[in-house]
């Protein structure tokens, strides 16, 4: 994993060997903000999470978990990412975009991904968008069979029972409903400012 980032430029987050390629328990129907985006606000305070979208991927009274989808960070040969997971490369000449997706177990990969795709370790979240915790996404991708619209994610936000809901009370984050044609769109540059034009102003 070393050889792959320091080849692409990448950071220090990544540089855990052994990549766990596990699925995640993930809530198939939306509880409170499950499968809708948390938007940091300017007045947001933690620099770990300064203008970041998040999908949220779980979210009920055992606390909250969603991916961050504007922080892209490496690129490079998806058959390098195979090596540097350890497994046997895949002929393949696809490329792909390493995002960082929150500072929780920064080694664990997620995809985040269109529906219409479902796999080892799927799991529907919202309306058109799933997520898979298993290296069968990464070989189906190889060979031109996974989903339509995917981002490769390393890591994940996480709260604490109550502690998301104290946060969004203190002016750090709103709420809107997610749009699939912000995940997957590629100028991840602009994605935080499309998503603050759509902030309902409160009279």
Not at 31 to 52: H, K
Not at 61 to 72: Q, W, Y
Not at 116 to 123: A, F, I, L, M, P
Not at 136 to 153: D, M
Request: net charge neutral; proline share 7%.
């Amino acid at each position: 994993m070393r050889r792959f980032l320091k080849g692409l430029g990448g950071i220090a987050l990544f540089c855990a060997l052994g990549i766990a390629l596990q699925p995640r328990a993930v809530a198939q129907e939306n509880r409170y903000l499950a499968g809708q985006f948390l938007i940091a606000t300017p007045e947001m305070g933690d620099p770990r999470f300064a203008e970041t979208i998040i999908y949220m991927i779980n979210h009920d009274e055992r606390g909250a978990m969603g991916l961050v989808i504007n922080s892209p960070v490496a690129k490079g040969p998806l058959s390098d990412l195979f090596k540097a997971l350890g497994r046997e490369p895949k002929p393949t000449e696809k490329t792909v975009i390493l995002h960082y997706g929150g500072p929780v177990e920064p080694d664990r990969l997620y995809v985040l991904h269109s529906s219409e795709y479902s796999g080892k370790g799927t799991s529907v979240v919202g309306p058109g968008v799933a997520v898979s915790g298993d290296s069968a996404v990464l070989e189906a991708i190889a060979e031109g069979k996974g989903p339509r619209q995917s981002l490769l994610i390393f890591g994940y936000a996480g709260w604490a029972p109550g502690q998301l809901e104290s946060e969004i009370n203190a002016g750090a984050w709103f709420s809107i409903p997610a749009d699939p044609a912000l995940i997957f769109d590629s100028n991840a540059e602009t994605k935080w400012q499309r998503a603050m034009a759509k902030r309902k102003v409160k009279a």
